[in-house]
């Protein structure tokens, strides 16, 4: 009796051991793919998506002002005084909001047929051993992006000579990507600066543009 009860004891420690050693099994898993391999593929992957996202805005920006046939006085208005100086440059911000809002949906479209793409890893990489991070064949792992797009633009007046300056108005797009992991979401956070127009300003500037510079409006 003895016998078969030690026997279903050991049977059942037997049991617990091999379950708490799986538990930690995959726990140890879990730990190194947060801590190392998630790092390593976002380290890795950074580039491609910013490529991507890079491509992406551009694209779109193409496309709108394309599409729309957009010229510097469709943004800016220029009043000027009866000698010819400049009175006051003002933005348009419908047209300006309106062009935002067709870059945002078009990037969003673009962004959206991306779907999920491979990032080829060496193997020697998941060893966490920077010596054996370029070696042994490549495993892919899927990056799936989700992303949002805010806009901002930016305008900058240069001196370009007697009564002339360079207006340049710019156009940033802040794309937040959230590349997701089999066990973990990172997200990444790229500006792309693209200018819109450029226009050569015959006529006196007012200071306050000059000395002001760049200046940064939604």
Request: glycine letters at 6%; hydrophobic letters at 45%; aromatic letters at 12%.
């Amino acid at each position: 009796m003895k016998n078969a009860k030690n026997k279903r004891l050991s049977r059942k420690a037997k049991a617990y051991i091999c379950l708490g050693s799986v538990l930690f099994v995959l726990l140890c898993s879990f730990l190194y793919f947060q801590y190392v391999v998630s790092p390593l593929v976002v380290s890795v992957s950074y580039a491609q998506v910013d490529s991507i996202a890079t491509t992406m805005v551009s694209d779109a920006i193409y496309d709108v002002l394309q599409e729309q046939d957009y010229e510097y006085s469709d943004f800016m208005e220029i009043s000027k005084l009866d000698d010819g100086s400049i009175s006051f440059i003002s933005a348009n911000t419908i047209t300006l909001n309106n062009f935002a809002r067709l870059l945002s949906t078009k990037a969003q479209i673009y962004l959206d047929r991306v779907g999920s793409y491979p990032v080829a890893i060496p193997l020697g990489s998941f060893t966490g051993v920077t010596a054996l991070s370029g070696i042994g064949p490549k495993v892919n792992v899927s990056i799936v992006p989700v992303g949002s797009i805010i806009t901002s633009f930016r305008s900058n007046f240069v001196d370009a000579g007697i009564n002339q300056t360079i207006h340049s108005l710019y156009i940033d797009v802040n794309v937040t990507l959230s590349v997701i992991l089999p066990l973990t979401t990172k997200n990444m956070a790229f500006v792309t600066q693209v200018l819109i127009c450029e226009h050569f300003i015959n006529g006196k500037v007012p200071e306050v543009y000059l000395n002001f510079g760049n200046s940064v409006f939604e």
